[in-house]
């Protein structure tokens, strides 16, 4: 680690960079047009495409897909069959929050009625 000058990523050079990118300028390039003390062009260029050096375009970016959803035999958040409200559920199996099964305790074991 060096201690030189390190100013912040504005939105503005983040987004500037990608485009630069995507249109499949080099590293060295974008560093020439930045003329900056960033510590590595390459390594903000892998946090902002989420991982390693993936190639992202501005519209791409936009359009990325959300999360898969948690394998099914895993922990994750899961939307309770009852109430519908997304909670941390142990496995597929786990669809109802702790919520509704305390009420299903307090009334004969009947999940949400509806
Ligand atoms: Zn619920």
């Known amino acids: ?25 080099t590293m060295v390039w974008i560093g020439a047009q930045l003329a900056s003390n960033h510590p590595s062009i390459s390594t903000r260029l ?30 994750g958040l899961r939307k309770c069959l009852c109430c519908g409200l997304t909670f941390p559920s142990s496995h597929a199996g786990n669809r109802i929050c702790w919520r509704c099964k305390q009420r299903s305790v307090s009334d004969n074991h009947r999940f949400c009625p509806g």
């Open 46 to 75: 892998a946090i902002l495409n989420g991982q390693g050096h993936v190639r992202l375009s501005r519209t791409q970016q936009k359009a990325l897909p959300p999360p898969p959803p948690p394998h099914p035999s895993k922990p």
């Open 1 to 25: 680690m060096t201690a030189g000058i390190r100013r912040l990523w504005t939105p503005e050079e983040d987004q500037q960079m990608l485009d630069w990118r995507a249109e499949g300028r």
